[in-house]
T-cell receptor, first 117, second 114 residues
Framework: GAVVSQHPSRVICKSGTSVKIECRSL??????MFWYRQFPKQSLMLMAT?????????EQGVEKDKFLINHASLTLSTLTVASAHPEDSSFYIC?????????????FGPGTRLTVL | GESVGLHLPTLSVQEGDNSIINCAYS??????FIWYKQESGKGPQFIID?????DKRQGQRVTVLLNKTVKHLSLQIAATQPGDSAVYFC?????????????FGTGTQLKVEL
């Protein structure tokens, strides 16, 4: 149990296009999902907290108009990188918190590698 | 954008030896700590956790030690195997209105030599 999937696993796009990444909790319901960004040889940096049915909470320095988050259901959150540029190339990872569990119940997806040409 | 020239701290151990990976955390108010293993191109995988009211917790082949006085966390892996090669991150849970946000440490690359 407690599986989180991401789609796509890898995407290559041209500069200026928008890219949507999906995060799904497959066997549990997640009231809260988190989006992280990870550059090579660096740690995971939290971008935003996504709450089902409400607006996402963005970390300081993360542009909410560029990284659009939608958490429309208890099993799906999407991250859209609007007008992507080469500096947005990174590894994007989501995690989901099981609504039944304690605060330690946070499960990570496999990540999405975004390359912007 | 991407940073050039950063290198993760690396720990090289011989297969069968014990590994100790260290982490310093920043928030004295954090009350929950987790160790994650991340293999190349994959998401973090939970290894073991510990709450701030404990100073030691053991799992299968792994032990986490917490020293709140100096805000230090360590992960001990017994009889290290080639499959343990990965990057290891500690994470702390920050209290506050945001709730359950994890802050990750810088990570340590563990290389197991045959």
């Amino acid at each position: 149990g407690a599986v989180v999937s991401q789609h796509p696993s890898r995407v290559i796009c041209k500069s200026g296009t928008s890219v949507k990444i999906e995060c799904r909790s497959l066997d549990f319901q997640a009231t809260t999902m988190f989006w992280y960004r990870q550059f090579p040889k660096q740690s995971l940096m939290l971008m935003a907290t996504s709450n089902e049915g409400s607006k996402a909470t963005y970390e300081q320095g993360v542009e909410k108009d560029k990284f659009l988050i939608n958490h429309a259901s208890l099993t799906l959150s999407t991250l859209t990188v609007a007008s992507a540029h080469p500096e947005d190339s990174s590894f994007y990872i989501c995690s989901a918190r099981d609504r039944r569990g304690g605060f330690n119940e946070q499960f990570f997806g496999p990540g999405t590698r975004l390359t912007v040409l | 954008g991407e940073s050039v020239g950063l290198h993760l701290p690396t720990l090289s151990v011989q297969e069968g030896d014990n590994s100790i990976i260290n982490c310093a955390y920043s928030n004295s108010a954090s009350d929950y700590f987790i160790w994650y293993k991340q293999e190349s191109g994959k998401g973090p995988q939970f290894i073991i956790d510990i709450r701030s009211n404990m100073d030691k917790r053991q799992g299968q082949r792994v032990t986490v030690l917490l020293n709140k006085t100096v805000k230090h966390l360590s992960l001990q892996i017994a009889a290290t195997q080639p499959g343990d090669s990965a990057v290891y991150f500690c994470a702390e849970n920050k209290l506050g209105g945001g709730g359950n946000k994890l802050t990750f440490g810088t990570g340590t690359q563990l290389k197991v030599e045959l």
